[in-house]
């Protein structure tokens, strides 16, 4: 596997952090008189995210991610702050270029973190047409436009699309023709030719060859239709699983007979909650469980990559088992930290606490308090 470089050149860094805030939902346009209070956006250049303190509780909380604040305000400091009036062509317009780049032959991911109901899956998927459409349909419509562009130079695609969902540490193949997911295992298959990142492959896993948008499109219905949703205190509509779509792109060039393979990866994470929230029981406390014991193992596996350190807990979790390849070595990571407008100073502290520590890990910014 070769990585080609027919594009500008990327950034350095291999992780970028983003962070995105949600409009306010009809049935809290009336509680707030259709202002958010309590966040500021003051960097004319979008990369600062600013909270009013509005209560003792949180001051208090807010405390172990500082040294130094001044009154009531905080700063958390991103590569770029999308406000909740951003649209998804502008939020499509800072990844566009990284998504080129699996045409070059690197490994892609794009996580959507955050609380549940803070509009993760909307980033990701977003409506089906029109301007609402998400990440993963702008990124394949991309894709294909240029990879028809290059064959003018002497290079021909081919393109495989798979579906995961993570559920309860089991993976489940939502592109299998079954009623439900058939549950797969975590197959190694030795090291990558360029990289020293061992590859894994869910054994069975569905692979369709796609080649157009309205493929992709198809095959989006069909997930969603699998997907393990519940209804929570926190969201009417809540996602269980990690959710985990992979287009593979195999390239070939007829004139330099150069070749390279990219991956891209759209992960709808679950959504992080407290559970004496969410109001979990039963199953779907055991869901909340291993919801919130998987992206704790996310966290811990972005800051030993951070760190250089020598050992890397891949292992801990399926879901960084699956991807680790899409983390670590030849990857670009954008990670999109959502946030809930609504006045939920825990939530929003602990989900700020977690990018922030991504965003000092990755060298990309510090978090800045005033």
């Not at 509005?54 to 406000?83: P, W």
């Not at 150069?258 to 709808?268: A, I, K, Y």
């Amino acid at each position: 596997m070769q990585t080609i470089q027919h594009h500008s050149e990327l950034k350095k860094d291999n992780i970028r952090v983003f962070c995105r805030v949600r409009p306010l939902l009809a049935k809290e346009m009336c509680c707030t008189h259709g202002v958010i209070h309590h966040m500021n956006f003051p960097d004319p250049e979008g990369r600062v995210l600013e909270l009013d303190m509005m209560s003792k509780m949180a001051r208090n909380e807010i405390t172990s991610l500082a040294s130094d604040h001044e009154g009531n305000k905080y700063k958390f400091c991103f590569d770029r702050v999308f406000q909740p009036e951003s649209s998804q062509e502008e939020v499509f317009k800072e990844i566009s270029q990284l998504v080129q780049s699996a045409l070059d032959g690197y490994n892609v991911s794009i996580f959507a973190y955050g609380q549940t109901g803070s509009g993760k899956t909307y980033t990701i998927e977003g409506g089906m047409d029109g301007d609402t459409v998400g990440m993963t349909l702008r990124a394949v419509r991309q894709i294909f436009k240029s990879a028809a562009e290059l064959e003018d130079k002497g290079w021909k695609y081919k393109f495989q699309a798979s579906n995961v969902e993570i559920y309860n540490e089991t993976i489940r193949d939502l592109l299998s023709n079954g009623k439900e997911g058939i549950e797969l295992e975590i197959k190694l298959t030795g090291k990558d030719s360029v990289v020293t990142v061992t590859n894994v492959t869910a054994t069975n896993l569905t692979a369709v060859t796609v080649s157009s948008e309205k493929q992709i499109h198809e095959l989006l219905q069909k997930i969603n239709l699998q997907r393990s949703l519940a209804e929570i205190q926190c969201n009417e509509r809540s996602s269980r699983s990690h959710s985990v779509f992979q287009l593979d792109l195999t390239g070939s060039n007829s004139i330099t007979m150069e070749s390279c393979h990219g991956t891209l990866n759209f992960v709808d994470l679950a959504g992080s909650e407290h559970l004496k929230d969410s109001g979990s029981e039963g199953q779907q406390l055991k869901e909340a469980q291993a919801i919130n014991k998987s992206l704790s193992i996310l966290e811990n596996v972005i800051m030993a990559l951070g760190n250089k350190d020598s050992y890397i807990p891949y292992g801990n979790s399926k879901l960084t088992y699956l991807l680790q390849k899409s983390l670590g070595g030849n990857s670009k990571t954008v990670m999109f930290v959502n946030i809930s407008p609504q006045e939920d100073f825990t939530e929003t502290l602990n989900t700020l606490q977690f990018a922030t520590k991504v965003v000092r890990r990755s060298s990309q910014l510090l978090l800045q308090f005033s």
